[in-house]
T-cell receptor
Framework: GIQVEQSPPDLILQEGANSTLRCNFS?????LQWFHQNPWGQLINLFY???GTKQNGRLSATTVATERYSLLYISSSQTTDSGVYFC????????????FGKGTKLTVNP | NAGVTQTPKFQVLKTGQSMTLQCAQD?????MSWYRQDPGMGLRLIHY???????DQGEVPNGYNVSRSTTEDFPLRLLSAAPSQTSVYFC?????????FGPGTRLTVT
């Protein structure tokens, strides 16, 4: 099956710093989403981005489908950005079944 | 509009007991799914449904049953709980390729 690898596994930042999270996937996909799981366990949609670039406030994401990777940028990080960030993809031509990476745990210190 | 709701929030079972995790959505979405999340891992798909009366297996279906008699509800049944089923369970719906998750049920099997 398709493999999804996220890096780094852990990231510790000071408030105000910028960061880049990476997601590599092993096959062509027609769906890629980024999620944030907050410290209370809630999963929140950040981006649906099978290709191209999107921005939402301090967060932006870029997916280069032909090279099988996606990047999530967090600028001017805040303590509320802490949590785990997941990348999830599904197979090109398959059904709407998401395969998740293991996530990047982000800790933003004040 | 409550979105996706799950009950109970927490549950402790003894090995061999059965129970049903409830999931309901009020968004009239056709697609619903169940995932489990184990420590240090991303979510893994258990079962999914593309509409009332239609279900299919995901990545880790063993030990779980589902049915979909209405668009709104998608219960997950554990027939004979095992300690390996200790996990956090998330229900999700999908609209326009984006998945929306419920708050989760934390299940412990002793």
């Amino acid at each position: 099956g398709i493999q999804v690898e996220q890096s780094p596994p852990d990231l510790i930042l000071q408030e105000g710093a910028n960061s880049t999270l990476r997601c590599n996937f092993s096959d062509s996909v027609n769906n890629l989403q980024w999620f944030h799981q907050n410290p209370w366990g809630q999963l929140i949609n950040l981006f649906y981005i099978p290709s191209g670039t999107k921005q939402n406030g301090r967060l932006s994401a870029t997916t280069v489908a032909t090279e099988r990777y996606s990047l999530l940028y967090i600028s001017s990080s805040q303590t509320t950005d802490s949590g785990v960030y997941f990348c999830a993809v599904n197979y090109k031509g398959g059904s709407e079944k998401l395969v998740f990476g293991k996530g990047t745990k982000l800790t933003v210190n004040p | 509009n409550a979105g996706v709701t799950q009950t109970p929030k927490f549950q402790v079972l003894k090995t061999g007991q059965s129970m049903t995790l409830q999931c309901a959505q009020d968004m009239n979405h056709e697609y619903m799914s169940w995932y489990r999340q184990d420590p240090g891992m991303g979510l893994r798909l258990i079962h999914y449904s593309v509409g009332a009366g239609i279900t299919d297996q995901g990545e880790v279906p063993n030990g779980y049953n589902v049915s979909r008699s209405t668009t709104e509800d998608f219960p997950l049944r554990l027939l004979s709980a095992a300690p390996s089923q200790t996990s956090v369970y998330f229900c999700a719906t999908i609209r326009a390729y984006e998945q929306y998750f419920g708050p989760g049920t934390r299940l412990t099997v002793t």
